[in-house]
């Protein structure tokens, strides 16, 4: 399965966000990227963009949001422990990351609510719009 360095240099960007496992298809990498969910330096990528080792891209993904270093081009989707050597997330990135991720663990982003109100609660809401 060896490929030839320059094919190996040549990888689409959708290609390889799907062969980092970053996205579960390739159709999802490409969607995403016409999304505008994955950026280069402040501005929007292709699909077809060719991406280089050692630069560095922000990617959306649900909720989380990761500033990535590219440290390896494939084209081929292998097994995880492999996807990870193709890129190393930066420190920043990660710290941000985990940050939110606990925010939305604690429920302090969103709004929590009891569900729908009883009667007395509506009674009183109405009560409340009235007096204005």
């Given at each position: 399965?060896?490929?030839?360095?320059?094919?190996?240099?040549?990888?689409?960007?959708?290609?390889?966000?799907?062969?980092?496992?970053?996205?579960?298809?390739?159709?999802?990498?490409?969607?995403?990227?016409?999304?505008?969910?994955?950026?280069?330096?402040?501005?929007?990528?292709?699909?077809?963009?060719?991406?280089?080792?050692?630069?560095?891209?922000?990617?959306?993904?649900?909720?989380?949001?990761?500033?990535?270093v590219v440290r390896?081009?494939?084209?081929?989707?292998?097994?995880?422990?492999?996807?990870?050597?193709?890129?190393?997330?930066?420190?920043?990135?990660?710290?941000?990351?985990?940050?939110?991720?606990?925010?939305?663990?604690?429920?302090?982003?969103?709004?929590?609510?009891?569900?729908?109100?009883?009667?007395?609660?509506?009674?009183?809401?109405?009560?409340?719009?009235?007096?204005?």
């Amino acid at each position: 399965m060896a490929t030839s360095e320059r094919d190996e240099d040549r990888v689409r960007l959708d290609k390889w966000l799907w062969a980092a496992r970053l996205y579960k298809t390739r159709a999802l990498a490409k969607a995403a990227i016409e999304g505008g969910k994955v950026h280069q330096r402040g501005e929007r990528c292709k699909p077809s963009r060719e991406p280089r080792v050692g630069e560095e891209y922000v990617v959306r993904t649900g909720f989380d949001e990761r500033t990535l270093v590219v440290r390896a081009l494939s084209g081929v989707r292998r097994g995880a422990p492999e996807a990870q050597a193709l890129y190393e997330e930066t420190e920043e990135s990660r710290v941000r990351r985990e940050a939110t991720a606990e925010l939305r663990k604690a429920g302090a982003l969103g709004m929590q609510t009891d569900g729908r109100p009883s009667k007395k609660q509506r009674r009183d809401i109405s009560r409340f719009r009235d007096a204005f």
